[in-house]
């Protein structure tokens, strides 16, 4: 059974530093993997896919990277921004259907 | 409308009452998803649907029974639930078997039962 584990589970930064979030999964059989933003009692918003053959997803200032083999990925935010502040889910997807199996998240607050 | 649509965005029933939570997709995707999100813990898959058939329930309680009249809508029929049951309910759909594009997720119904 794949499981997903996030690190740290809260993290609180000055604006403008630049922050990575960690993601671990045990079973490297995955579809691809994807990170979202969830901001307080609302759903979620896509923020990277990344397929199981590809290294790295960049958007903007955020730039999430795949090791499929030891089983890691990490969001890198670079240069934040109090409007960067709410929860980051990673999920890794086995295709078929399967649905995604979720972290428990990285709560993040960007001070101004 | 675009992406995945939820309704209601909140929602209050008693343990006695039956409600329904609705979600329609307008993507083309052929699979759909409940998800449940409870405080404290990971998002939990509740049931899939792939080309209308479920292929997938993972032991959840027969107080909440799924229905997939096509592939674009997909609802949650609620009956006689418990306190515990409060959470947010996501649903989210893909294109299946290789879902490329990834997951879309709607914003979720706020369930509080009393």
């Known amino acids: 059974k794949q499981e997903v584990t996030q690190i740290p589970a809260a993290l609180s930064v000055p604006e403008g530093e630049n922050l990575v979030l960690n993601c671990s999964f045990t079973?490297?059989?995955?579809?691809?993997l994807q990170w979202f933003r969830q901001d307080p009692g609302k759903g979620l918003t896509s923020l990277l896919l990344?397929?199981?053959?590809?290294r790295e997803q960049t958007s903007g200032r955020l730039n999430a990277s795949l090791d499929k083999s030891s089983g890691r990925s990490t969001l890198y935010i670079a240069a934040s921004q109090p409007g960067d502040s709410a929860t980051y889910l990673c999920?890794?997807?086995?295709?078929?259907?399967?649905?995604?199996?979720f972290g428990k998240g990285t709560h993040l607050i960007i001070q101004p | 409308e675009t992406g995945v649509t939820q309704t209601p965005r909140h929602l209050v029933m008693g343990m006695t009452n039956k409600k329904s939570l609705k979600c329609e997709q307008h993507?083309?995707?052929?699979?759909m998803y409940w998800y449940k999100q409870s405080a404290k813990k990971p998002l939990e898959l509740m049931f899939v649907?792939?080309?209308?058939?479920?292929?997938e329930n993972n032991s959840v309680p027969s107080r909440f029974s799924p229905e997939c009249p096509n592939s674009s809508h997909l609802f949650l029929h609620l009956h006689t639930l418990q306190p515990e049951d409060s959470a947010l309910y996501l649903c989210?759909?893909?294109?299946?078997?290789?879902?490329?594009?990834?997951?879309?997720f709607g914003s979720g119904t706020r369930l509080t039962v009393v």
């Open positions: 999920a890794v997807g086995g295709g078929g259907a399967d649905g995604l199996t």
């Open positions: 079973d490297s059989a995955i579809y691809n």
């Open positions: 989210a759909s893909s294109q299946e078997p290789n879902p490329y594009y990834g997951y879309t």
């Open positions: 649907y792939n080309f209308k058939e479920q292929t």
């Open positions: 993507l083309g995707h052929n699979a």
């Open positions: 990344i397929q199981s053959s590809q």
